[in-house]
């Protein structure tokens, strides 16, 4: 190979490298490319245009079966339902609000008040009538899924060919080939392997990480003998970010198979639960999405213990409601599902947007138009709640989840271009309705609290007019009606926090409160958990009322990875991150305090916990207070007291990559090995120019002389990109460690 006769070129002794692969390395890396294109879809974002279009009958829907119109004419009858109860609910609490008012007519501030309330009393309906629709699912259990009535014990033959795709850019590296193999041998030990191929997408920029990645692919086939089965494929051009590297994955190969089951570089997904997922696509010809419900697990500080909580009481009560109304027109949350690749392909090429970033340019949340693509072609989108097997990590700090937030903010909101276009059905309208309303409501909510202590104000610094309507015998006398509020209030709290004690009954109605740690337990983790979300939730108010103004002001964000492992967070970060909220809510305090001392009081609940921000920000990430909790049996879920198989594959899988030391520059470097892996995978490619060749020349020098610490990230990015640079320091440094071996020398630092 390159190393040795580099090493006969300068007539030196045979180098110590012995390649674990031959020249084929590239070729096991990555199959034979079999091409197709991915059309982009036409999005007709102006209504007037798509109506004249449909007139003109020169835009066809897609035609759907008799089980499709089955199906449909039940979503429409439930949605109709939930659209009638939030209606009317909204109705009769809006006409309350206007009731609260002292006098009969309404200035401007208490007329903006009544229509920000009606938008978010709403909100707060729909989502409390979609719980007690997924509270009367899993209590009676009067519906099966459509997509998932393969019964379990089915074990007919697979015909399909399913790829396994783990998109990642600057992840953990140990983290993700860890899941990777723990899916692997779970996958094996169902006996199906041969129906599935595993491939890890990456976009990552650092060229010290890409070294890791190869790395541990290559350990990863070694320890599995998953050569030829586990493929790893590095993009230089890293276009549309996750979107672009599935689409370029099924630009290369997606003709090779029939579906793919997408990951997240946290995902965690049982062989069984694939090869069900397999099945079901398999049964359900007119299926082009699959979306399993993962369990968050794996965490251990007291914020993401209480998420993951929350998610497991919570989360299969809110995806039946959603079910309830979706049905075939359901959720794809871009990972942990399954697609059909032939739908895929004919429909879901994603074009971009006219303008510029952030409401412009490559859609971010892709998977939400990715599903109503999917159904506009015809096909249908299912949400298998009721499948197990299926898990994710959740952000270990609340800083590291508004970091999330603020990405996930500015691809909601470029949704505002989308609602409105032609050729997507009414549940995906009303998915991406939802989406833009889980950040804008925050917006509201502030503007709510501003309009509150506007009339706050007017009414302290105005003059009482009791004759507006000009000369009369009889002025007009305000009227307070406090039983109105009263009542106004313990109805919103009452939507509020009903569906999460209606979680907990549901678990004890189907007699699953021992998975929890019992019901004393189970029941005072639900209450504490209430309490940590209503002190958290003025914190989120803040911060997503910001993301979505600077959306809407054009302000875009870089995009970086998530936190794979619990981090705590320092005073210092709580401090900067939090310091703004902080002033604001202090001096939101002492005005309203000082315009009426009387009414400040219901300012505390939403400014107190603002001014205790950084406190709560530091505390919640403190691993030491998860594991105490963890210890007294709160915030316990199923998957601790007993764990999954695929949970403790990974553990075990995690525990062996742990104890390596070298990364990157240095272990390509050092290790025969990693350098034989690097270069076989790269090609063998260096640079022509002597000008390059005599710029790499003069860093190699500068690492013999004076350290790998030496370079510069680009500069090592300049050496790992250069496979003669790079053999030839290996060469260098193996003659010069031998003769130090036998004193106990070190690798470089």
């Known amino acids: 190979m390159r190393l040795s006769k580099l090493a006969a070129r300068e007539n030196d002794a045979p180098t110590p490298a012995r390649p674990i692969l031959e020249a084929n390395l590239r070729l096991l890396s990555m199959p034979q490319v079999r091409r197709l294109s991915i059309p982009p879809s036409r999005l007709e974002r102006n209504p007037v245009r798509a109506l004249l279009r449909k007139l003109s009958r020169r835009e066809r829907q897609p035609e759907a079966s008799c089980e499709n119109r089955t199906w449909r004419r039940v979503a429409y009858r439930r949605r109709a339902l939930i659209a009638v109860l939030v209606l009317a609910q909204t109705a009769a609490a809006t006409w309350s609000l206007a009731k609260i008012f002292p006098y009969p007519w309404l200035n401007g501030v208490e007329t903006a008040l009544i229509a920000v309330f009606a938008i978010l009393f709403s909100w707060i309906s729909f989502g409390f009538w979609t719980a007690i629709a997924g509270f009367v699912q899993l209590c009676l259990r009067v519906e099966r899924l459509a997509a998932t009535e393969l019964p379990p014990e089915d074990a007919s033959p697979l015909r399909s060919k399913n790829a396994v795709l783990m998109p990642i850019c600057n992840e953990d590296t140990d983290r993700v080939f860890a899941g990777l193999e723990a899916i692997y041998r779970s996958v094996a030990r169902t006996g199906y392997l041969a129906h599935f191929d595993f491939y890890a997408l990456s976009d990552t920029g650092d060229g010290e990480t890409v070294v890791d990645e190869e790395m541990a692919w290559a350990k990863t086939c070694k320890a599995v003998d998953g050569f030829g089965k586990i493929f790893y494929r590095h993009r230089k051009n ?15 190969w997606g003709a090779n198979y029939d579906h793919m089951i997408v990951l997240d570089a946290d995902s965690l997904i049982a062989g069984a639960t694939m090869v069900r997922l397999a099945r079901l696509m398999e049964r359900s010809p007119r299926a082009g999405i699959i979306q399993s419900l993962p369990v968050t697990v794996n965490r251990e500080s007291l914020f993401g213990r209480a998420q993951q909580f929350a998610g497991r009481v919570y989360g299969p009560m809110l995806a039946a409601g959603l079910h309830y ?13 399954i697609l059909r690749v032939e739908a895929f392909v004919k429909n879901c090429g994603l074009s971009r947007l006219p303008g510029r970033p952030p409401l412009g340019g490559d859609i971010m949340s892709h998977d939400f138009v990715e599903a109503a693509l999917m159904g506009g072609g015809g096909w249908e989108v299912w949400l298998a709640r009721d499948l197990p097997g299926s898990y994710e990590e959740t952000p270990p700090t609340l800083l590291d989840e508004l970091k999330r937030d603020r990405r996930w903010c500015q691809g909601n909101m470029q949704h505002l271009r989308l609602v409105l276009a032609s050729g997507i059905r009414g549940g995906h309208r009303a998915l991406f309705s939802m989406g833009i309303m889980a950040y804008t409501s925050a917006l509201f909510w502030a503007a709510f609290l501003t309009l509150t202590s506007a009339q706050l104000a007017i009414e302290a610094i105005s003059t009482p007019n009791y004759f507006p309507t000009g000369p009369s015998l009889f002025p007009i006398w305000p009227q307070w009606h406090p039983e109105w509020a009263l009542a106004l209030l313990s109805t919103t709290a009452a939507l509020l926090f009903v569906p999460k004690f209606l979680s907990l ?53 870089k995009w970086g990875p998530q936190p794979r492992r619990d981090a705590e967070t320092d005073w210092s970060q709580a401090i900067r991150a939090h310091g703004a909220s902080i002033v604001f ?165």
């Open 238 to 252: 890293n276009i549309k970010r996750k979107s672009g590297n599935i689409a370029d994955f099924l630009r290369r």
């Open 325 to 337: 109304w979706q049905l075939g027109e359901s959720v794809y949350w871009g990972h942990n599902a």
């Open 505 to 557: 009954l549901a678990i004890l109605i189907n007699r699953r409160r021992v998975s929890f740690g019992g019901i004393l337990r189970m029941t005072a983790s639900v209450i504490l958990e209430i309490g940590l979300s209503a002190l958290l939730a003025p914190i989120r108010m803040w911060f997503h009322a910001q993301f979505v103004l600077l959306t809407l002001i054009g302000r875009p964000i």
């Open 585 to 749: 809510a202090a001096f939101w305090i002492l005005a309203v305090f000082w315009i009426n001392p009387a009414a400040s009081w219901w300012v505390l609940p939403v400014a107190l916990p603002m001014i205790f921000s950084a406190p709560l920000s530091v505390y919640t990430s403190k691993v030491s207070l998860g594991r105490a909790f963890k210890k007294s049996g709160l915030f316990l879920i199923p998957e601790e007291l007993d764990p999954p198989e695929i949970v403790r594959g990974l553990r075990d899988a995690l525990a062996e990559r742990n104890a390596e030391r070298l990364r990157g520059f240095i272990l390509a470097a050092v290790d025969p090995e990693a350098l034989a892996v690097h270069g076989g995978i790269m090609r063998g490619k260096s640079p022509r120019s002597a000008a390059a060749v005599e710029r790499n020349r003069e860093l190699r020098e500068k690492v013999l002389s004076d350290g790998p610490k030496s370079l510069s990230a680009s500069e090592r990015a300049r050496l790992l990109n250069d496979a003669d640079s790079m053999a030839a320091l290996h060469v260098a440094l193996s003659r010069r460690r031998a003769p130090d071996s036998e004193n106990g020398a070190a690798a470089p630092q």
